[in-house]
Nanobody
Framework: VQLQASGGGLVQAGGSLRLSCAAS????????MGWFRQAPGKEREFVSG????????SYADSVKGRFTISRDRAKNTVYLQMTSLKPEDTAVYYC?????????????????WGQGTQVTVSS
């Protein structure tokens, strides 16, 4: 059970980044996937989720219209395209594989987590 997140970095406000999360095939194919983030001193929060087949997505209100989640089942990878980044988006971003086929907003619905990738947005 492995999830490997990458793509984080330092970017100026208004810039863009694309995060990737590579998953083992057995874990990925039938599972919803999600992205969460945790800023220093704050609780982990839901960012975005996607169903097992990519047919449905959901977003936190704070990122709606700026972030886009997608998945490539052939590559066992889920992506988070982030645009119009703001300093308040600064956090460690985690990808996770859900227990079922939906990208739930609740962390307890996820069974496997990646190691996290740091995103820092400067003002």
């Amino acid at each position: 059970v492995q999830l490997q997140a990458s793509g984080g970095g330092l970017v100026q406000a208004g810039g863009s980044l694309r995060l990737s999360c590579a998953a083992s095939g057995r874990l990925f194919s039938n599972n919803g996937m999600g992205w969460f983030r945790q800023a220093p001193g704050k609780e982990r929060e839901f960012v975005s989720g996607i169903t097992w087949n990519g047919g449905s997505t959901s977003y936190a209100d704070s990122v709606k219209g700026r972030f886009t989640i997608s998945r490539d089942r052939a590559k066992n990878t889920v992506y988070l395209q982030m645009t119009s980044l703001k300093p308040e988006d600064t956090a460690v971003y985690y990808c996770a594989a859900a227990r079922g086929g939906f990208g739930s907003r609740y962390s307890h619905d996820y069974r496997s987590w990646g190691q996290g990738t740091q995103v820092t947005v400067s003002s």
